[in-house]
């Protein structure tokens, strides 16, 4: 009787902690896509070209990338949650002063460090979330990243919405974005921190193993994110200017890209509790080079490219956080070296779409396509690098 009260009063505080790592995700993908959506009005407002404006994309993630490679050691140290609320209302409170700024540079310096905090939450809600959940991650993991897709979706519509509802003023859509913040806030306010249950002296018996093994899966983590974004980036012009579709019909090409993705990561919470991380990434990659391999035989047939499309994007969704679940069923997962893996996904987010555009300036569109196909070739070959790998650490350690 009172082990079953003790079940039911943890699997209650569970709730509550996911819950919050949600809702600070749906955030999270909220600001991720603010940025395109109104990049034109923050153009007017500083009185900048489009050229010069698409360079809050590049600081944003330069400052993501630095708060998600250092912000891992961080949680090491600090109380989880501590940081995790610092971080969230340093978004908040970045993204309203955005509106409100009218100097370009001093733009460019507060979309950095807003880039920074968003990528402290990310690192922050995915470490506790796994310290929390511990082996049973993997259905958790995907949802949290579901109420990403899910903020990521609806940013633009809620943009939309509020600009028409403000007749125009670019102040509340941001406003708004930062409001949204509150639930998660006052739900990492409310919480204790978790804390690392995993033993240490695996990973320090075990240290060069574990080295070659995180390495690859760094590498892993830059070859998905590469794909996902390069994929996501490029659709649009590749679609257009081969005139497989319209400007229009390009757009609701790439949304059902993210479509599919989002949908994918609620369909993978069943499957994840019933399929274990490496069968699930084998047939993420499977499906992956599947598509692409379709679209290099027939590059040019809109049919094929909108099925593409929408089948990527299901392949893709579920193994950023697959991953995520693999590293903890394989390894000791601390705060550093999750800041490692986000690492390797952030620099694939900003080098893969820039290789892709030279790619593109002085080859063509098939190229790219290619590109893409070679490289989730690759990942897959990682991908069982890593698996191999990971297997010798359990032998070791037994």
């Known amino acids: 009787m009172q082990s079953t009260i003790t079940n039911t009063v943890k699997t209650t505080k569970n709730i509550y902690y996911f819950a919050t790592y949600g809702t600070c995700f749906?955030?999270?993908?909220?600001?991720?896509?603010?940025?395109?959506?109104?990049?034109?009005?923050?153009?007017?407002?500083?009185?900048?070209?489009?050229?010069?404006?698409?360079?809050?994309?590049?600081?944003?993630?330069?400052?993501?990338?630095?708060?998600?490679?250092?912000?891992?050691?961080?949680?090491?140290?600090?109380?989880?949650?501590?940081?995790?609320?610092?971080?969230?209302?340093?978004?908040?409170?970045?993204?309203?002063l955005v509106p409100l700024i009218p100097y370009y540079y001093l733009l460019l310096f507060v979309l950095f460090i807003f880039?920074?905090?968003?990528?402290?939450?990310?690192?922050?809600?995915?470490?506790?979330?796994?310290?929390v959940y511990q082996g049973e991650a993997g259905p958790y993991m995907n949802?949290?990243?579901?109420?990403?897709?899910?903020?990521a979706f609806l940013s633009p519509v809620i943009l939309h919405q509020v600009m028409r509802w403000s007749q125009g003023q670019?102040?509340?859509?941001?406003?708004?974005?930062?409001?949204?913040?509150?639930?998660?806030?006052?739900?990492?306010?409310?919480?204790?921190?978790?804390?690392?249950?995993?033993?240490?002296?695996?990973?320090?018996?075990?240290?060069?193993?574990n080295s070659h093994l995180i390495v690859l899966m760094v590498i892993l983590f830059f070859i998905y994110v590469g794909i996902e974004s390069g994929y996501s980036g490029w659709i649009y012009t590749y679609a257009t200017q081969a005139e497989?579709?319209?400007?229009?019909?390009?757009?609701?090409?790439?949304?059902?890209?993210?479509?599919?993705l989002t949908l994918g990561r609620l369909i993978s919470v069943p499957l994840a509790k019933k399929i274990k991380p490496s069968k699930l990434l084998i047939g993420n990659f499977f499906l992956a080079v599947l598509f692409l391999g379709l679209i290099l035989i027939f590059p040019l047939q809109p049919?094929?490219?909108?099925?593409?499309?929408?089948g990527l994007g299901l392949a893709l969704s579920s193994i950023f956080p697959t991953l995520l679940a693999l590293g903890e069923s394989r390894m000791t997962i601390t705060g550093k070296v999750t800041g490692y893996f986000f690492f390797g996904s952030s620099s694939g987010a900003m080098l893969v779409p820039m290789l892709l555009g030279q790619i593109y300036e002085y080859q063509g569109g098939f190229e790219i396509m290619l590109t893409l196909f070679l490289l989730t070739a690759i990942g897959m070959a990682v991908l069982g690098s890593v698996l191999i790998t990971s297997k010798k650490i359990a032998v070791k350690v037994r």
């Open 26 to 96: 749906f955030a999270l993908g909220l600001g991720i896509s603010a940025l395109g959506p109104m990049l034109p009005f923050l153009a007017d407002h500083v009185g900048v070209s489009f050229a010069q404006i698409s360079f809050l994309f590049m600081t944003s993630s330069f400052g993501y990338l630095l708060g998600s490679a250092g912000g891992g050691r961080l949680f090491d140290r600090f109380k989880g949650h501590r940081l995790m609320l610092i971080a969230v209302i340093m978004m908040a409170a970045t993204i309203s």
């Open 115 to 131: 880039g920074a905090f968003q990528g402290i939450v990310d690192v922050g809600g995915n470490v506790n979330l796994l310290w």
């Open 143 to 151: 949802a949290l990243h579901f109420f990403f897709g899910v903020g």
């Open 170 to 209: 670019i102040t509340w859509p941001f406003w708004t974005l930062a409001l949204l913040s509150l639930p998660g806030i006052i739900g990492l306010w409310a919480l204790s921190s978790p804390e690392n249950q995993q033993p240490q002296q695996d990973e320090k018996a075990n240290k060069k193993v």
């Open 244 to 260: 497989i579709a319209s400007q229009s019909g390009a757009s609701y090409m790439n949304s059902l890209f993210w479509g599919t």
């Open 303 to 310: 049919a094929i490219v909108w099925v593409v499309s929408a």
